[in-house]
């Protein structure tokens, strides 16, 4: 039996081979490397499974394998945590399995945390075992024990084979095999000639074939391991940014498709294709461009993901507002319509009769502790049709695709069928393999693809583009196992185990940047960004190796419309285009706001006079006014607000109007200042009702708390002084106050022999901010001073008022606040009317920012430095 390992073989020989051998099986481990030799891909697992299944083995599902791993944990190790212990060991035990471990020798180890291990190991094989099955990662080993027959076979594009690869290639391979298995004169390339070795003392022998014409990657690993001159095919290029890379480099792809080259003759490669892959994807959605993804997004992690957990999440905390509100509105489903869910917003209904009263049935989510599997997976499947979440995810191909996964999953968890668990067993089974499960982040047929070197190994494409050239991406830093680190497996290779070690994976990028060389056929480029995120990056030590001069790139075309549009943003002429005209209004809009120019319509400075004669102010509109103009322009004119919205906790608005009705409903029921504790819990109770106070956390807790703050606010000096007594509480007033029609309510009045004294209650500690004074601070309280007007000349015509302060219920004393003169109120006044007869309202608030705090219009007026460069506002 005569077999070949050819250490330099080109695939145009190959494909000359396969010619000649129709019956030559051709094994690879992708797809890309078929598509080199113009064949069907088989890989090696798809190889070994006629043999297994032929002796009756099966390999676990994912499911199973956890569910069975899960349990070896509780036998084996002691911990809380069974499902974050697994998932940490998970790794360790597919090394320990893909290794071809014997487990009795490892449990006699040094380390008793290896011997554990070995332990773990062991119990989840007899588990498998009794099932008839074997874990993914023994697929291999398995194989290579229980083939009966031998076959023809040619194996391209494992250029770094492991002991069970190895094991199983001599196994399965007849007479007239041959592998091609690259393996120059280098340090790098130990492991390699180690396996050559290995297959000649099998049996095999070794062919070297001298390459007449060098191909364009065969010139630069020539390049890489002996520094000859790089081709000038191969060029690397600098960018400032990721993003800026990912453009530059698309804009090539674009040039190459529109000169006719064919999109599957183009590879974008990426050593880390998660950090790429969404920007890559993002800018050929700009650029019209036929991007594909394949690296592997979790379950979890899509759309179709997140809306199980939370339908988990709603129906096991019985749902709560938040999160049930959240899966009705996502985007999949939309099972919300905008009245309902104005009232919604307005009600928080946090059970399902409330949600039932609002229209919303939810009683298939009404899920019983304890049932079967098979009934819960009805359960979901019942779900999922009624919010018919198939529809909602076809309009993504990513979705799609993760539907169907997870009704694959589902049949997994459904069995065995007539085992009893809890609900939240099975959520947590649920959430659990959303996790294991991956779908392609890009799915489709033809485009340009993303791919890692690893996954080209043995592929041709005529150009080829290699992201993210920089150190710590290409080559990847070595990551160490928490469990299985590379110091244990020293000790452990010592000791006659065959675990990689942290030389071996550094050698192994070194193969797979290699193989990456052969993969060009007419162009190589790399590039790398100058930042990352935040963090600085140096170019790749393997460019510099190769011999590359990193140059700036050539000047990139416009790719995209929305590229097109920034350039002619700045230019005199407009482009034929929809959008363009109001983006250059917009555009103008924007250089005015941040500029020097004075206000204009879009500051607020709308210059249509309104009548101050034909509105009715309150004293917190006034003081709006003279705080910020804008501020009460919004509010008054614009008549924006925000979603009305039910409180689930007692703000400071609620806290004062429910403080404000308790002495309200105190002071009615009693007319006695000294007794007014007396009867202080009933108007509290009575005002929570009044206010239709909303179900809130601890309340009982909180209600005791507020009454005794209230209580001892009662008793203060400054609450009432000695010689008054009770007078009025909110009396209302209306009238004119320097030609400004002004309506109100003084909280408290109180009668002594000196006069009337006017109190207004606040629950902060400090005195409010008023309006703007010359200097631009909110100095000038407008509020008293109107009080003490309507007091003495609308309510109580010819009484003297001799006192009016603001109360801290608080802190239980009078807040002291400067009354400003009657030239200052008589300019306040007429400012205000000059504001609305001129319709100038623009954004300029105080110079400490008082105006905006709790303001809800930053998103509208985009208060900042800007406001520093505008003139002295009116």
């Known amino acids: 039996m005569k077999r070949f390992v050819y250490v330099n073989l080109h695939d145009n020989y190959l494909i000359q081979q396969l010619i000649q051998c129709p019956s030559l099986k051709v094994i690879t481990p992708s797809s890309q490397a078929a598509r080199a030799l113009k064949v069907s891909h088989q890989s090696l697992e798809t190889l070994a499974k006629p043999s297994l299944v032929k002796a009756g083995i099966r390999v676990a599902p994912t ?27 998970s790794s360790a035990v597919k090394a320990i399995l893909r290794a071809g471990i014997n487990l009795q020798l490892l449990m006699t180890a040094s380390s008793n945390r290896t011997q554990k291990l070995a332990i773990l190991t062991q119990t989840y094989v007899i588990l498998l075992r009794e099932k008839g099955m ?20 040619l194996i391209y594009g494992y250029f770094h084979l492991r002991i069970e690869q190895l094991n199983f290639i001599n196994a399965i391979t007849g007479d007239g095999s041959f592998i091609v298995l690259p393996c120059p004169q280098s340090g790098s390339f130990v492991d390699t000639q180690k396996a050559v070795e290995w297959l000649q003392q099998a049996g095999w022998e070794v062919q070297v074939l001298e390459e007449t014409n060098p191909s364009l990657g065969t010139q630069l690993q020539d390049c890489f391991l002996n520094g000859t001159i790089a081709p000038p095919e191969v060029k690397a290029y600098i960018y400032p940014h990721l993003e800026s890379e990912v453009r530059g480099t698309l804009a ?29 994807l993002d800018v050929a959605y700009e650029y019209k461009l036929p991007v594909r993804a394949l690296y592997g997004v979790p379950l979890n992690a899509t759309r179709l993901g997140a809306w199980v957990q939370l339908l988990l999440e709603v129906i096991q905390e019985k749902f709560p507002f938040e999160s049930t509100a959240r899966l009705l509105r996502h985007p999949l489903c939309s099972a919300l319509s905008a009245p309902v869910w104005q009232e919604a917003l307005k009600q928080h209904p946090s059970d399902l009769l409330s949600w039932q009263s609002l229209g919303v049935n939810l009683s298939l989510l009404d899920w019983p502790h ?77 485009g340009v693809q993303l791919h890692t070197p690893v996954s080209l190994f043995g592929a041709k494409f005529q150009h080829v583009f290699v992201l993210g050239a920089v150190e710590g991406i290409l080559p990847a830093s ?51 960004p100058q930042m990352i995120g935040k963090v600085a990056s140096l170019p790749s030590p393997y460019l510099s190796r190769l011999g590359l001069k990193i140059v700036q790139p050539p000047p990139a075309p416009v790719a995209s419309l929305e590229e097109a549009r920034q350039i002619y943003l700045r230019r005199n002429t407009l482009l ?16 005015r706001r941040e500029g020097t120019h004075p206000y204009d319509e879009y500051d607020g400075v709308i210059g249509i006079p309104l009548d101050p004669s034909e509105r009715v102010f309150s004293a917190s509109q006034l003081t709006a006014l003279g705080q910020c103009p804008f501020k009460w322009f919004a509010n008054k004119v614009l008549k924006l607000a925000e979603v009305e919205e039910a409180e ?143 007091a003495s000349t609308t309510l109580f015509p010819g009484e003297t008022v001799h006192e009016a302060y603001y109360y801290s219920v608080t802190k239980g004393k ?30 300029s608030p105080d110079v400490d920012k008082n105006a905006c705090k709790y303001c809800p219009y930053d998103l509208v007026c985009r208060h900042g430095s800007r406001q520093s460069r505008k003139g002295s506002p009116l």
């Open 576 to 591: 034929e285009d929809d959008v363009l005209p109001q983006a250059v209004h917009a555009w103008n809009v924007e250089k």
């Open 814 to 843: 009078k807040l002291p606040k400067k009354q400003p003169s009657q030239e200052t109120l008589q300019a306040i006044a007429q400012k205000i009317k000059t504001y609305l007869q001129t319709g100038y309202y623009p954004v």
């Open 134 to 153: 074997i874990d993914s990662a023994e697929v291999l080993w398995q194989a290579s024990n229980v083939i009966t027959k031998r076959q023809p076979v």
């Open 252 to 280: 090539q792809v674009k040039i190459l498709l529109s000169q006719g080259t064919p999109a599957n003759e183009i590879v974008l490669v990426a050593r880390d294709d998660t950090l790429y892959g969404p920007t890559v």
């Open 648 to 790: 689930e906790e007692l703000s400071l608005g609620l806290r004062g109007s429910l403080y404000h009705r308790s002495l309200e409903l105190a002071l009615l029921n009693t007319s006695n200042l000294s007794t007014i504790t007396e009867s202080l819990e009933t108007a509290f109770l009575q005002a929570e009702q009044d206010l239709q106070l909303p179900v809130l956390s601890a309340w009982e807790a909180q209600r005791t708390e507020h009454l005794k703050l209230l209580n001892r606010a009662c008793l203060q000096p400054d609450f009432r002084q000695s010689d008054a007594e009770f007078f009025h509480v909110e009396q209302e007033f209306t009238g004119e106050w320097y030609g400004l029609k002004v309506k109100g309510q003084i909280d408290r009045i109180d009668r002594t022999p000196q006069g009337l004294v006017l109190l207004d209650y606040k629950t902060s500690s400090q005195a409010p901010k008023g309006i703007k004074d010359e200097f631009g601070k909110t100095t000038v309280d407008i509020q008293l001073p109107l009080y003490i007007h309507f």
């Open 478 to 528: 070595v990551q160490d196992d928490p469990i299985l680190d590379f110091f244990e497996r020293k000790l452990l290779r010592q000791q006659g185990f065959n675990f990689e070690d942290a030389a071996q994976a550094a050698r192994r990028e070194v193969i797979s940047f290699y193989a990456l060389l052969q993969t060009p056929t007419q162009s190589l480029t790399f590039t790398y």
């Open 63 to 89: 499911l199973m394998a956890l569910r069975l791993l899960r349990t070896s944990v509780s036998r084996v190790i002691q911990t809380t945590d069974v499902e974050g212990t697994t998932r940490a060991l």
């Open 370 to 446: 304890e049932d079967t599997r098979a009934n819960w997976v009805e359960r979901m499947q019942d779900v999922l049709n009624k919010f018919n979440l198939r529809q909602g995810a076809g309009r993504w191909a990513r979705e799609i695709v993760a539907y169907y996964e997870y009704q694959e999953l589902l049949v997994d968890l459904s069995k065995p069928e007539e085992e009893v668990i809890s609900l939240g067993e099975f959520a947590a089974d649920v959430i659990g393999s959303l996790a294991l499960i991956t779908v392609p982040a890009q799915p489709g047929r033809g």
